[in-house]
């Protein structure tokens, strides 16, 4: 529990309110509007979830339910700024001046029905197969020498028709219905972008808004790895280099001779060679590359065939930039992992990810804003930002909620003991969580309910005797 925000969400917000002074001086974040920042971002890391009843009580009733949710749909917030001006603030803060993008999608599961769940719809279960119901959202990461933090996000909401005409043209061609004579698919829909165009728009904003930050190259899975997000993603984030995995099947051009990727490989056994993991230890892998016309591409690519000694198939990487080494691009790629390790610790310990309490494209965005303005202000939490100053490892999310846990203690602590008469704070204290925490009538237990009557009747005996089957085995008379 807390009375009031913790001092490093407050400081963060001031931070925040001074940037977005210096880049939208004409939409400031009013005192009220500060406080409420700094309180929800408290409330998000130490109760777990975007929950206005939980803020309330374990904020101690400083904030009824609906203040708070009045804040956070009629309060005239610049929320398509917020994010960006975090970004402009921890790069400036942190002196982060380049490193690399990390492009990719993350699927959170919702409830069966979500009528009012913003983007929700059905998505294939990547681990057992299958669907379930629940969000799709594509990310952004920038990842640098000290941190890595998201710097874009949208929602992947697939096109309602063309899902129609899939389905349709699925059940004519199992009818026998000749592909002529099916619909044709209809136009793309501008409302709906696929997940590669998401993925360049995000990193369009980023490279138009940071101007000062140098994009090293651009990091990405096989989803992404066609020639059309590859040289755009180039011109977009104005680097030369980009690196996707690539299937297996692609056919690659050598000495005239069309062949899969897979073949080429086959016939061009890679050696042993130490590949150093996201900047940490070093693995022996088994390592092949060649500069190869890829077909689908149209031009020649970097491409590479990896794999680990206890593995037996390759895996393919393709690059744009020609000029890199190969073990360079090979430990550069390796960095997207950490796309993986932010997307544990968000879903887990950033509020959002939870439980789904705010309905339509507003409870969505706004609560996903307040979500990543969280992971945001731990990277410049005093601890936090001690050690990227000083070059020590940084710290787990996990860490820093425990620390905020036995800081708000604390804090709360402390202003007890600072009052004039604590015995007596403390009784209106118990009060106040007496009506916050109120015990709820359990519908497990039967204290208060008819159990029923659990006993033979005199009247019916009669009737359980003439059942019991005699020993000469004759029928018993129907009840």
Same mark, same amino acid.
């Given at each position: ?59 101690? /009733? ?56 913003? /983007? ?38 697939? %096109? ?51 101007? /000062? ?7 990405? %899975? ?8 590859? %040289? ?65 591409? /149209? ?181």
């Amino acid at each position: 529990m807390f009375a009031d925000a913790l001092p490093f969400a407050t400081h963060y917000v001031s931070e925040l309110t001074d940037e977005l002074r210096r880049l939208h001086p004409e939409h400031l974040l009013s005192r009220l509007q500060q406080d409420w920042l700094s309180f929800c971002l408290t409330a998000l890391l130490l109760t777990g979830s975007l929950n206005w009843a939980a803020f309330e009580r374990m904020g101690l /009733g400083r904030y009824r339910i609906g203040a708070l949710s009045w804040m956070f749909r009629r309060a005239h917030l610049l929320w398509s700024h917020l994010l960006q001006a975090s970004v402009s603030l921890l790069l400036r803060r942190l002196k982060l001046t380049h490193g690399v993008l990390g492009v990719d999608d993350t699927d959170r599961r919702r409830a069966k029905k979500t009528s009012r769940i913003y /983007g929700a719809h059905k998505v294939f279960d990547k681990k057992i197969g299958g669907y379930f119901n629940g969000q799709c959202l594509m990310f952004l990461l920038r990842v640098t020498a000290k941190v890595t933090l998201p710097v874009g996000v949208g929602f992947y909401r697939p %096109d309602p028709k063309q899902l129609a005409w899939k389905k349709e043209k699925a059940r004519l061609a199992k009818a026998g219905v000749k592909p002529a004579d099916r619909p044709k698919a209809p136009a793309k829909d501008p409302d709906y972008p696929g997940k590669a165009a998401i993925a360049l728009s995000l990193i369009d904003a980023f490279h138009r808004n940071q101007p /000062g930050f140098t994009v090293q190259a651009v990091l990405a %899975d096989a989803a992404f790895g066609s020639r059309a997000f590859m %040289d755009a993603a180039c011109a977009k984030a104005g680097c030369a280099q980009v690196i996707s995995q690539l299937h297996s099947d692609p056919l690659v051009v050598f000495r005239n001779k069309e062949m899969s990727v897979k073949d080429y490989f086959a016939q061009h056994a890679g050696t042993l060679q130490p590949v150093r993991v996201r900047g940490g230890e070093s693995l022996a892998m088994w390592v092949s590359s060649a500069r190869l016309m890829v077909k689908a591409h /149209g031009t020649k690519r970097f491409v590479i065939a990896v794999r680990n000694q206890d593995e037996a198939e390759y895996r393919y990487w393709v690059a744009t930039d020609l000029s890199w080494r190969t073990l360079d691009i090979l430990q550069c790629y390796t960095l997207r992992w950490l796309v993986e390790v932010f997307f544990e610790d968000w879903k887990l310990y950033e509020g959002w990810a939870g439980l789904a309490k705010q309905p339509d494209e507003d409870g969505s965005v706004r609560g996903l804003t307040l979500s990543l303005l969280l992971d945001h202000a731990l990277l410049i939490h005093p601890e936090q930002r001690a050690r990227l100053e000083n070059g020590t490892p940084a710290c787990t999310v996990g860490s820093l909620k425990q620390a905020a846990y036995a800081e708000a203690l604390l804090q709360f602590v402390r202003k007890v003991l600072q009052e004039a008469d604590p015995a007596r704070m403390l009784e209106r204290l118990a009060e106040k969580l007496k009506a916050l925490f109120p015990l709820a009538p359990s519908g497990k237990h039967m204290n208060g309910r008819d159990l029923g009557r659990l006993e033979p009747s005199a009247s019916l005996l009669y009737r359980a005797a003439t059942a019991i089957p005699s020993t000469r085995g004759s029928v018993p008379t129907p009840a």
